[in-house]
Structure formats: C-alpha cells, structure tokens
C-alpha cells in the first residue's frame, strides 16, 4: 500500500480555518476513494467527510461539518484535501487521511478504510 502523508495540522480559534492535505507518492489506480476520519481523546474516531472518483465524483460529510467542510481531489490525483471553516473545539482531534480500494460510498465513513496515514492534530480554542 502506497503511504498517505497528512499536513495542515495546527492550533486555531474558535471560527477560524484550516486546510488539511493528503499525499501519496504515486497514485494507486485502484483507488475508489479517500476520505478523513477524526478521533478526540477519550473518544471513537469518527468519519468526517470522503470523496468517491468511482462512477462519478461525489461527497458525503458527517452531519456535524456538513456546510463548514469541503473535501476536494487537487489537480494531482494523489492528494486528497480538507477544507475546514468556522471551526469549532468539538472539531478538535487527530485528522487521519485514508485510502479505499473496494466499492465506496457514504457507507465508509461508518466502517473505515483500508489504507490509512499517521495522522495530523487539530486544535480548536474557544
């Protein structure tokens, strides 16, 4: 499996942004998706938004970022990233960038990917 790279990470106010990426070093053509998960101390990582390439390009958010995050693909196929706006302290957390290579959909965010990076922290003051 081709290593994901996440950078972006920082500390910011309440209402600021952030803009998370990903890398890979080449792109893996049997990628059907990537996305990005979140896990805060003390709490179960959670699927924050994904980007199907598989019949179609599409999006599918978490309720709680819906309207304040964009996932979007660069112009390089291999890097995935996470626009962030009006961030909250609830958004805190380590973001984890993932790859999927079997059929995708909204359901990944519920069940994970196969492919995952080490992580960048999120901090959000209030």
């Known amino acids: 499996q081709v290593p994901l790279v996440e950078s972006g990470g920082g500390s910011v106010q309440a209402g600021g942004s952030l803009r998370l990426s990903c890398s890979a070093s080449e792109y893996d053509y049997s990628t059907s998706c990537m996305g990005w998960f979140r896990q805060a101390p003390g709490k179960e990582r959670e699927g924050v938004a994904v980007?199907?390439?598989?019949?179609?390009?599409?999006?599918y958010y978490v309720d709680s970022v819906k309207g304040r995050f964009t996932i979007s693909q660069d112009n390089a196929k291999n890097t995935v990233s996470l626009q962030m706006n009006s961030l909250k302290p609830e958004d805190s957390g380590t973001y984890y960038c993932?790859?999927?290579?079997?059929?995708?959909?909204?359901?990944?965010?519920?069940?994970?990917?196969?492919?995952w990076g080490k992580g960048t922290l999120v901090t959000i003051s209030s």
């Open positions: 980007i199907v390439y598989t019949g179609g390009t599409r999006t």
């Open positions: 993932a790859a999927h290579f079997r059929p995708c959909g909204s359901h990944v965010l519920t069940y994970g990917m196969d492919n």
